[in-house]
C-alpha cells in the first residue's frame, strides 16, 4: 500500500470523524509527530498496532479506515486438520505477568500475596469487560487493601515478562496462516503494551480486546464474534491458550483448541508447531498430532 495514499486517507476519515490533528493524537495515545508523519507520507510503513489505534479513536474498523482490507482474505495454507487462522492469547501465553505484578504489590504494601490476589479476582472480570474503567479497578483494589493508591498498569507492564519461544510461534505462524489475538485485558493495557513493543509487530487480521468489545474468555459470544472478525468457518480456526475453561469454550464453538502450558514453554511451542505444519511441508507419511487440548 502506498504511504502517500495511506496519509490522505487517514486525513480524509479523520476530518469526516471531526478531529484535528492533535485531537485524534490524544483520544489515540499517539504523538503529534507521529500522526503528521503518517498523514504526509512520511513514515512508510505505520505500524499495525499505530494504525489500529487510530481506528480505535475513531470508533471504526481496519478495514472501513483502509477503505481495503489490510490482510488479504485468502488464508495462506493449511494443516490436515483444516486449520486457516490461529488466534493466539496474549496474558499467559505471549507474556507473563499478572501473578508477578500482585507479588510485587504484595510485597510494596508488606501484605500476603493471596490477599491482593482475591482483591484482584474480585474486580478483574469486571475490569476485563470494560464495564469497570481503570481508575475505578485502581480505587476499588485500594479500597479493599485499605491503601490510598494503587496503579495497576504500572504494576502489571512492569512484571511483564516476553515469552520469546511463543512470540517467536507468533511470527512463524503469520508467514503462514492468518493470525489474531484474543485476549482477556483491562482497558489500555494493549496499547501500552503494543507501544512497548511486548508483542510481535505483525498485521493482525483480528485484534479481540475483551474491555473493547464488553464479552470475556470464556463467552460463547466472543467466539461468535472472533469467528466472524477471523472470516473463516469456525472448524478452521484454532485457539491456543492457557485456560482449559477458554479451550474448552473453544471447541464447543466448533473450533480447535491447543493448551499452551507456561511449565513446559518449549514442548507446548513444539507441539503447536508440529500441529501447524502446512501440508504441503510435509510427507505424505507423517501423522500430524491431534489439535486437542
Not at 515469552?163 to 484474543?182: K, T
Request: proline residues 5%.
Amino acid at each position: 500500500m502506498d504511504e502517500k495514499w495511506l496519509g490522505k486517507r487517514l486525513q480524509e476519515v479523520r476530518r469526516k470523524a471531526g478531529f484535528t490533528q492533535q485531537g485524534l493524537c490524544q483520544k489515540a495515545g499517539l504523538s503529534y509527530s507521529t500522526l503528521a508523519k503518517i498523514e504526509r507520507g512520511a513514515i512508510k510503513a505505520p505500524s499495525i498496532f499505530t494504525v489500529q489505534s487510530i481506528a480505535g479513536a475513531l470508533e471504526t474498523t481496519l478495514d472501513e479506515l483502509m477503505g481495503t482490507p489490510i490482510v488479504p482474505e485468502t488464508p495462506k495454507l493449511v494443516t490436515r486438520s483444516g486449520v486457516r487462522f490461529v488466534y493466539f492469547d496474549i496474558n499467559g501465553c505471549l507474556v507473563q505477568a499478572g501473578q508477578r505484578a500482585i507479588t510485587h504489590i504484595a510485597e510494596d504494601i508488606s501484605l500476603p500475596v493471596d490477599v491482593v490476589e482475591t482483591a484482584y479476582w474480585r474486580y478483574n472480570d469486571e475490569a476485563c469487560r470494560g464495564s469497570m474503567s481503570m481508575s475505578d479497578f485502581n480505587q476499588a483494589m485500594a479500597d479493599r487493601l485499605r491503601i490510598a493508591s494503587l496503579d495497576w498498569q504500572k504494576y502489571y507492564l512492569d512484571a511483564i515478562e516476553v515469552v520469546e519461544p511463543m512470540q517467536e510461534l507468533v511470527r512463524w505462524a503469520h508467514e503462514r496462516y492468518s493470525i489474531g489475538l484474543i485476549t482477556n485485558i483491562m482497558p489500555g493495557l494493549l496499547s501500552a503494551m503494543k507501544s512497548r513493543h511486548l508483542l510481535p509487530d505483525l498485521p493482525y487480521k483480528a485484534v479481540i480486546d475483551s474491555s473493547e468489545v464488553g464479552l470475556i474468555k470464556p463467552d460463547a459470544e466472543i467466539y461468535s464474534l472472533a469467528t466472524e472478525k477471523a472470516g473463516v468457518q469456525p472448524n478452521e480456526i484454532l485457539l491456543i491458550d492457557d485456560t482449559q475453561a477458554n479451550l474448552q469454550a473453544a471447541q464447543r464453538a466448533g473450533w480447535h483448541a491447543l493448551l499452551f502450558d507456561d511449565y513446559g514453554a518449549e514442548e507446548s511451542v513444539a507441539r503447536v508447531r508440529s500441529a501447524l505444519e502446512p501440508v504441503h511441508d510435509l510427507p505424505s507419511r507423517v501423522k500430524l498430532p491431534s489439535l486437542e487440548t
